[in-house]
Structures are given as structure tokens and as C-alpha cells.
């Protein structure tokens, strides 16, 4: 647009230069009974030459110019939209960064519950395992001893508990979400039962403050010494430690 403005302008300008150095020329040219062909001739030639020297060349010159000054505009708005753009990539980059480190945060963060539940209920475990006691030839729990380990253990069930409703849900976070949900809920799962016969343990105690282990069959399997294929084992142990190398091969992963 500016472009074709300043031809116009130009134009103008010529057609009035020639026009007025022409009429000036045949005015001077009239004053001095200068209007013979010859003298018309000359006159001509100079008014040519003024046009080609003087309006053509100036207005050409202001063509350049401008054509310069719109080349240079134009490569400002390219180093200005490239700069816009490498500044977004490096936002774009930047967040990418942040998410990545937000998630590795969260899957060291999980990971660290998780063994800390584990640690947990293999403490109560052994625990339990030195409060029983041997009465008339056969081994027995103590109500209260019981109690207050079973709600402990409690706490470490939970834990798995949420975890596992934690990785069903939320798929932008672990990657193999069914894998490692189900080696999670297998290890709440074993402890839920533990648990569960601890809710109804009030009809195994009756009026007592002891009962033989022999009525608590998830509590008997639960404190027994470690042996391979056990329930223990393939429920609870095996499962955890797969869920932690599902979780640092994530973790592992990311970018």
C-alpha cells in the first residue's frame, strides 16, 4: 500500500513539474518572442532532461527508500515472531520440566509410603509373633496385647488401600497402572484378611483375655516363620517388591 502511494505521489509530482516548467518556458518563451519551433526543440529537450535527472531520479530514489524501509520492517516482525516463538518453546520446555519432576516426586513420594507401610506391617508381624504365649501345651494371644497391634497394622493396610484406589485413578501418573494396581491391592488384600478376623475377634476371646492361635487362622498364617510358596510370600512379599520395581522403572523412564 505504501508502495503504490509513493508511485502515485511521484507521479504526481513529475506530471506537475512538467507542467509548470513547461508553461513557465513557453511563458518566458512568449514574454520574449522566443516562440519559434527550434526554440520549442530546445525547450523540450531540457524540460526532457529535468524530468529524468531531477523528478524521475528523486522519485525513484524515495521508491527505494521506501521499499528499504518496508524490507527492514518486514525482517523485524520476522526476528520479533521468531523470537515470540523461541520463547515459547522454551515456556513449553520449561513446563515439560516441571511436570516431569512434579511426577518423579510423586512416584518417589509413593514408593517411600509403600515400603514405609511394608516396614510397618512386617514390624507388627514380628511383634506379634513375640506376644504369643505358650498356656496348658498350646499357644495363645493376649486380648490386649492383640489390640493394640492389630491397630497399628490397620494403618499399613490403609495405605495400600489408598494407593491402590490412587493408581485406578489417576493414569497420567503411573504408567502400567493395571500391573501395578493389582500387585498393590494384592498385598492390601492379604492384610484386609488379617484384619478383617481381627474385627470379629471379640467371638474368639469370648470373656477372655486369651484364646489359643488356633482359632486365628489369618493370624496363625501371618506370624508363622517365613516359608517359600506361603501365602505370605506370593500374597504379600512378591507383590510389594514388584510394585516397587513397576514404580522406579516409571520413575526411570521419564524423560
Not at 512416584?107 to 506391617?121: E, G
Request: proline share 3%; charged share 30%.
Amino acid at each position: 500500500m505504501k508502495k503504490h502511494l509513493w508511485l502515485i505521489v511521484g507521479g504526481a509530482l513529475t506530471l506537475a513539474a512538467l507542467v509548470g516548467v513547461w508553461g513557465l518556458g513557453f511563458g518566458l518563451g512568449a514574454q520574449l518572442g522566443l516562440n519559434e519551433p527550434n526554440f520549442r526543440l530546445e525547450l523540450f529537450k531540457i524540460l526532457w532532461q529535468f524530468l529524468l535527472l531531477v523528478v524521475l531520479g528523486g522519485a525513484l530514489g524515495l521508491f527505494f527508500k521506501t521499499q528499504e524501509g518496508e524490507a527492514a520492517e518486514r525482517r523485524q516482525t520476522e526476528d520479533r515472531q521468531r523470537e515470540e516463538e523461541a520463547a515459547r518453546r522454551r515456556r513449553a520446555e520449561d513446563r515439560a520440566r516441571e511436570v516431569r519432576a512434579t511426577r518423579r516426586d510423586s512416584l518417589l513420594r509413593t514408593r517411600a509410603d509403600l515400603v514405609r507401610a511394608y516396614n510397618q506391617a512386617k514390624a507388627i508381624r514380628r511383634l506379634l509373633r513375640s506376644t504369643l504365649h505358650s498356656a496348658n501345651g498350646q499357644v495363645v494371644v493376649r486380648r490386649d496385647e492383640y489390640n493394640s497391634l492389630m491397630c497399628r497394622l490397620i494403618e499399613a493396610q490403609l495405605e495400600f488401600e489408598y494407593y491402590g484406589e490412587l493408581v485406578k485413578s489417576d493414569r497420567l501418573l503411573f504408567s502400567a497402572p493395571e500391573d501395578l494396581k493389582t500387585e498393590i491391592k494384592s498385598v492390601g488384600d492379604y492384610l484386609n484378611n488379617v484384619v478383617s478376623e481381627f474385627e470379629k475377634a471379640w467371638e474368639l476371646f469370648a470373656e477372655d483375655e486369651k484364646a489359643p492361635l488356633e482359632k486365628f487362622t489369618r493370624l496363625k498364617e501371618f506370624v508363622q516363620p517365613f516359608e517359600e510358596r506361603s501365602p505370605f510370600e506370593t500374597k504379600f512379599k512378591k507383590p510389594f517388591h514388584e510394585a516397587l520395581r513397576l514404580l522406579e522403572s516409571t520413575a526411570n523412564d521419564l524423560p
